[in-house]
């Protein structure tokens, strides 16, 4: 009794303290912010963007997902890209043990250095990477808000705790996105990146074995898919990959609504958003192409995702080498 009056203060609290950092979320921020300082800076990320995705567009996923990761773990702040000598950053951390690409925000970066040294944080690169990669692989297009600086620290655990994993339930994932001041809206869209790229089978492996620890299986996935996901996933398999919205996980389109609303999203966090009136109906009208507004709805919530938590005017620096902090 006392602990759940406690847990549900806290809960208050949390959401308050999300109200409060909200206000400053995106604070800052603007569209055209290198328009004087690099104006050439989109089009460089463009073009090499597009020279990379037309040879690997596999790489389309792990760059989208990596803004994602570096929003949610201390804001928007470059920190997912620092290398840490003791292996002790956010990149080390299990969740990211999985992120790929940071070979291609090297080669971007090195492009804008040439151009204008120092201007342009590796923050905004990598927020507009994301959506570089997003409209490449024929998925929509919008202004990227920039002007966002460089954190300095980088802490593997702060990964552990801020992303949801793939096995969290819809009050789980409501709060969580909650936390970084985003709504239940938000949460729906934003998913929809699983319309591209690929998983581990270990992501999502107990849900094909050992789903209670009784060599069961998830009854909210469809058991058809179930027998799909065995040919390719052997139990305590860590090495396999699937693609997640099979036939098209290389074309960013509605079909991952379709996919959930027929029990067949690839992770329980897929699978909840069945579990709450809002993200059901938003799945349900999304299922089908006709009509959709997830193109737009993305592209706005990706601007509100690239708010949390930004560094802005002389707060942080303009790193010059994205793994490492300046001297
Ligand atoms: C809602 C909570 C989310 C959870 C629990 C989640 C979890 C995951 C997991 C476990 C993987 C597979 C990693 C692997 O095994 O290789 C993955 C992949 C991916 N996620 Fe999410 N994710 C979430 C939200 C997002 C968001 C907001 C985006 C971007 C808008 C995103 C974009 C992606 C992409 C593009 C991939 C494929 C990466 C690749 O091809 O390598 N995810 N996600
Ligand atoms: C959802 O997950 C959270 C965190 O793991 C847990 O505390 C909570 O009991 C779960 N809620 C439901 C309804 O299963
Ligand atoms: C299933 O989970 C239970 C409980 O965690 C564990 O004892 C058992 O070894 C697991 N079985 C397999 C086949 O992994
Ligand atoms: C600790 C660890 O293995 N980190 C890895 C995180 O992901 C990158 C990119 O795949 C690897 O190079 C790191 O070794």
Known sequence: MATSKLSICLLFEMIFLAFVFNLANGHGLKNGFYKKTCPNAEAIVKKTIHEVISVAPSLAGPLLRMHFHDCF????????????????????????????????????????????????????????????????????????????????????????????????????????????????????????????GISHCSSFNTRLYNFTGKGDTDPTLDPNYIKRLKLKCKPADQNSIVEMDPGSFKTFDQHYYTLVAKRRGLFQSDAALLDDSETKAYVKAHANSHGSTFFKDFGVSMINMGRIGVLTGKDGEVRKVCTKVNH
Not at 90 to 115: H, M, S, Y
Not at 180 to 191: A, E, Q, R, T, Y
Request: glycine share 8%; proline share 6%.
């Open 73 to 196: 773990v201390r804001g928007c702040d470059g920190s997912v890209l620092l290398d840490s000598p003791t292996r002790q950053a956010e990149k080390d951390a299990i969740p990211n043990l999985t992120l790929r690409g940071f070979q291609i925000i090297d080669k971007v970066k090195a492009a804008l250095e040439k151009e204008c040294p120092g201007v342009v944080s590796c923050a905004d690169t990598l927020a507009i990477i994301a959506r570089d990669v997003t409209y490449e692989v024929m998925g929509p297009f919008w202004e990227v808000e920039t002007g966002r600086r460089d954190g300095k620290v980088s802490i593997a655990n702060e990964a552990l705790i801020n992303l949801p994993p793939p096995f969290a339930n819809i009050s789980a994932l409501k709060t969580t996105f909650a936390l970084k001041g985003l709504s239940v809206k938000d949460l729906v869209v934003l998913s929809g990146g699983h319309t591209i």
